[in-house]
């Protein structure tokens, strides 16, 4: 005690002479009472706080979650996310002991012994914190505990530490170890909407916790320090790998055996649905636009971070979409997809009881008479006969005997493998389609399909998510490029004519038109509406491969970096769209067009408020601050250029295109009954082998994309399900019933810098009395025909068609100088190109107008200097 009264003797004196104190002995009472008193204070608060927590807690006591919900543009609400379905109650004995050894290996494996606290961890994280790196958390499970339900863990003071602190040994005080593992294991989240182990494991696995598996219960104890980031539906190979981590720990620990921990692991992964991804805590919600919602929850499962979530704390989610839109969306693509499947069916069974009946047997014969077993398709036979019994027969008893005898594994061990085949070929066979349209103005998703039915097995996302080939929808993206360079207009004639282009290792590649038909000189708007791909090919090799590639991913949003992977190569098949892109990313593209050329960025969310009404997130302010920083580099392409190809890809729809066959005309009458056309455009496209079937269309207030097609590639559709017959359709019929109650509006013309010409159909030159057909075209200023119809001009006709010429660029404001006219027909020489690749044919229709419109041959030079005089 000495010892103690003259160290503070010393160390008062110390301080006395610092501050020039003459009497140590005052200072030393003065602190005696200071810390008395501070002593005192700190010994009432915890006796209050004591008592508070004695009064307060109770293990099943819980708060009631706030749901989050989401409004559409029009603030009806969609649909709420709520986790109060998801949490279900289990006592720690019904607890099976690995799911404990699993918690106490990867959270705290000193739990049992210390008293809320563990000073070496608290050390480490301090030193972490200090040093920047990751040597582990700090905070035991009791501290993790106290402070989910006392603190804001999202709080990275001091403060907060302290009070999670305080709590946690409060809590050791009030129950005992098992009573804290048993609030902790119930109350903590999990992921996916999942509060407690019980709601988690029916979640992850489809079963109670009672029959967790070690594997198992490393996957849920992983998921408590990041459940977005080791999600093993969004992330497998991450969360496999730390769940090795932990069932080593456990081997290490003596709570299994190797062998144990191998046999589980194997057993996890060989059952695992790889198919499947993340999704919210309550499927059965009642939910208007179940593919928004999802696609909504998984932005918002990026934006939200801390102690809140999108379950429990009362967001409300300000959206882009229109309800009354995606009403129509669903309806029309739940329509066409059974449509698609019918039609496919019947095409597929037919041709399939050709093969069985007819060549089947056949080759039986051959392989017994010629002892080729090579030859022989029987086996193929029992495995299509025994699948199909098993879906139809033996599936439905199963599930009958599981629910009777309450034996849920009965259908996890036996049937989980057959399923997951029967889902395998199911995928192959089945046709989905998806479907996202744009706001082109301000870049809202207006509506959003993803696939057929959404539910637990079909959470694939396939307007953002698949990445499939776009078809001959992706030649506009490029035929923008080659009015840009000026060397094509609308009316350029390209010839229509096989033609044998050279990869750079000699190799021939011959590409060919859809029946593999020719048509001489065409007009290049010609090409575009009738999706012609020898032409598009030679228009594509004008401008060159690395003008197009530039020009389509600034359209589509591609970064650089994932160019080549997705076969944006310098290879000609690129310009049939043998390439991979992303439906939003179509839309997008197309959006552009319509928007004047400037940027877009599709959002849904377009701010978030917390539970009192703040506005916490503004997504679309973030996205109006980017575009603003961008400056004149928001323009992707010019308006006159995006003009231009609006009136080209209108005449798919008004001037024999493959859009042009659809019932839907989008004719209307307003208020007063007066009758009006809303302008509209688009492109069909249909890939390799009849695989995918494309449309997408702009009018001036919306942009869209649909897509139909199967999910794992390698079937063929059938050559009567293309573009233009099964998405064309579904594109017509929205877009029709979701204008109809919009007044008239039409495209926003340039100032300047565009003129419109009618000008020969069969030359694409200035018109002369004796052109029989002539069409009217969009050219950027300067690039318009100044050469006569070298096909149908006589010395007396020129001279008239010279003068209307001027009369039309006079009433435009422009003057003709007949001195600057080349005298050489606009035409391009093309070159042999040097690539690599293969064909991909679409699908056009020629109809009843096209041979009114058709190319005429343009005759060799003409002089035309009399006329100069």
Not at 263 to 280: K, L, Q
Not at 296 to 311: A, K, N, P
Not at 786 to 797: A, G, K, L, M
């Amino acid at each position: 005690m000495m010892d103690i009264l003259n160290i503070k003797s010393e160390i008062a004196t110390n301080i006395s002479k610092a501050l020039k104190i003459k009497k140590p002995g005052i200072l030393i009472v003065s602190l005696f009472f200071l810390g008395s008193l501070l002593l005192g204070l700190f010994l009432g608060w915890s006796v209050s706080e004591t008592r508070n927590i004695i009064n307060s807690e109770y293990i099943t006591d819980f708060e009631t979650a706030l749901p989050t919900k989401l409004l559409d543009i029009n603030g009806e609400i969609i649909t709420e996310f709520s986790s109060d379905e998801k949490r279900e109650i289990i006592a720690y004995q019904n607890l099976p002991q690995q799911m404990i050894d699993a918690l106490i290996t990867r959270e705290d494996r000193v739990f049992f012994s210390h008293s809320g606290f563990n000073l070496k961890a608290i050390l480490r994280g301090v030193v972490g914190i200090i040093t920047r790196r990751s040597l582990g958390g700090g905070s035991t499970l009791t501290q993790q505990i106290a402070g989910s339900l006392y603190c804001d863990r999202s709080d990275k003071k001091i403060g907060r530490k302290i009070k999670e602190l305080w709590w946690a040994i409060q809590m050791e005080r009030r129950y005992s170890k098992n009573e804290i593992l048993e609030l902790y294991l119930n109350k903590i989240y999990f992921g996916g909407g999942t509060y407690g182990v019980n709601a988690a494991s029916k979640y992850y696995f489809g079963h109670g916790a009672t029959e967790i598996t070690p594997a198992e219960a490393a996957i849920l104890v992983i998921q408590l320090s990041n459940p977005a980031f080791y999600n093993p539906f969004d992330h497998p190979n991450r969360a496999m790998e730390r769940q090795k981590t932990v069932l080593n720990s456990m081997v290490s620990a003596g709570f299994i055996t190797k062998a144990q921990a191998d046999e589980s692991f194997e057993d996890y992964w060989a059952n695992f649905d790889y198919t499947r991804t993340s999704t919210s805590a309550y499927m059965m919600r009642d939910d208007k636009a179940p593919w928004f919602s999802e696609y909504v929850r998984r932005e918002l499962s990026g934006m939200i971070y801390g102690s809140d979530d999108i379950y429990t704390s009362g967001f409300t989610v300000n959206t882009t979409l229109n309800l009354a839109h995606q009403q129509i969306a669903q309806e029309v693509m739940e329509k066409y997809i059974e449509d698609a499947n019918r039609r496919y069916k019947r095409e597929h069974s037919s041709k399939t009881g050709v093969a069985t009946n007819i060549y089947v047997p056949m080759t039986e014969m051959l392989a017994l008479l010629f002892d080729i077993p090579e030859l022989k398709v029987s086996e193929q036979r029992t495995e299509i006969v025994a699948n199909n019994t098993y879906v139809s027969q033996i599936n439905p008893v199963l599930d009958i005997v599981s629910l009777m005898t309450g034996t849920e594994r009965l259908k996890v061990n036996i049937v989980n493998r057959a399923t997951a085949l029967a889902k395998q070929n199911e995928e192959k066979t089945t046709i989905e389609g998806t479907m996202i349209a744009l706001d082109h103005s301000n870049g809202y998703i207006d509506a959003l399909v993803g696939g057929s039915k959404f539910d637990s097995d079909n959470q694939f996302i396939r307007a953002t998510q698949a990445k499939v080939q776009p078809g001959s929808t992706f030649k506009p993206l490029y035929y923008s490029a080659a009015i840009d360079s000026r060397k094509f207009t609308a009316t350029t004639q390209i010839s229509d004519s096989m033609v044998v282009f050279h990869t750079a290792d000699g190799k021939p590649y011959i590409p060919l038109n859809f029946k593999g038909e020719w048509e001489g000189n065409v007009s290049l708007w010609y090409a575009l509406t009738r999706s012609m791909n020898v032409p598009s090919l030679k228009i594509l090799d004008g401008i060159g491969f690395d003008a197009a590639i530039n020009r389509a991913s600034a359209l589509l949003g591609i970064p650089k970096n994932e160019l080549e992977s997705r076969s944006f190569v310098p290879v000609y098949p690129l310009g049939l769209g043998v390439c991979s892109v992303r439906p939003i990313e179509m839309a997008r593209a197309y959006a552009i067009f319509a928007n004047g050329g400037k940027e877009i960025t599709p959002m849904a969310i377009r701010t978030v408020e917390d539970k009192n009404g703040n506005v916490i997130l503004t997504p679309e302010l973030d996205i109006r601050k980017a575009q603003s920083a961008k400056g004149d580099s928001i323009q992707v392409i010019s308006p006159q250029t995006s003009f231009v190809m609006i009136k080209l890809l209108e005449q798919t729809v008004n001037n024999g295109g493959t859009l042009g066959a659809q019932k839907w005309h989008f004719d209307y009458r307003d208020a007063n009954g007066n009758r009006y056309t809303m302008p509209a455009g688009g492109k069909t496209g249909t890939t390799q082998n009849w695989a995918d079937a494309w449309t997408c269309g702009i009018t001036p207030y919306y942009a869209a994309a649909f897509w139909f097609g199967f999910d794992k590639p390698g079937q063929s559709l059938g050559l009567n399900i293309t573009g233009a017959t099964l998405a064309g359709f579904a594109w017509g019929e929205y877009f029709d019933k979701v204008h109809a109650d919009l007044p008239y509006k039409n495209w926003v013309k340039p100032l300047d810098g565009v003129i419109q010409c009618t000008v020969c159909a069969d030359s694409g030159q200035i018109l002369t009395e004796s052109c029989e057909h002539s069409t009217t075209q969009w050219y950027l200023e300067g690039t318009q025909p100044t050469e006569i119809c070298p096909i149908h001009s006589t010395s007396s006709n020129s001279v008239i068609s010279l003068i209307r010429l001027e009369r039309e660029m006079y009433k435009s404001g422009q003057r003709m100088n007949l001195t600057n006219i080349d005298k050489t027909p606009l035409s391009y020489d093309l070159k042999a190109p040097l690539a690599t690749g293969e064909s991909s044919d679409d699908e056009e229709d020629e109809t009843e107008e096209d041979s009114k419109t058709k190319k005429g041959n343009t005759s060799s030079k003409v002089d035309y200097s009399d006329l100069m005089e």
